[in-house]
Nanobody, 119 residues
Framework: QVQLVESGGGLVQAGGSLRLSCAAS????????LGWFRQAPGKEREFVAA????????YVADSVKGRFTISRDNAKNTVYLQMNSLKPEDTAVYYC????????????WGQGTQVTVSS
């Protein structure tokens, strides 16, 4: 089992930056990838970015490409989402999730952290 705890959310003005952290514990060695998702009120959850745990390969959604960067620190069992040039449309609850195998579902989810970008 993998436990995930997000942190770093908050209220920022448009154009500002935030760095989200996802602390993982448990059987992290069995994790294939860690991903970030977000869900705005009344909208579907969408994929934001992911990084493979061992190889460090990163994938970023087109909607945030060039502004968001995902990275991981295996020694700290932590995944980061650096968010720059934030826009009001980035406002959402951001979730960290763990994928145990390639093409599998994301089986483990954190509680989410709120990101609010004011205009």
């Amino acid at each position: 089992q993998v436990q995930l705890v997000e942190s770093g959310g908050g209220l920022v003005q448009a154009g500002g930056s935030l760095r989200l952290s996802c602390a993982a514990s448990g059987r992290t060695f069995s994790t294939y990838a860690l991903g970030w998702f977000r869900q705005a009120p009344g909208k579907e959850r969408e994929f934001v970015a992911a990084v493979t745990w061992s190889g460090g390969n990163t994938y970023v959604a087109d909607s945030v490409k060039g502004r968001f960067t995902i990275s991981r620190d295996n020694a700290k069992n932590t995944v980061y989402l650096q968010m720059n040039s934030l826009k009001p449309e980035d406002t959402a609850v951001y979730y960290c999730a763990a994928q145990v195998a390639y093409l599998s579902t994301y089986d483990y989810w954190g509680q989410g952290t709120q990101v609010t970008v004011s205009s």
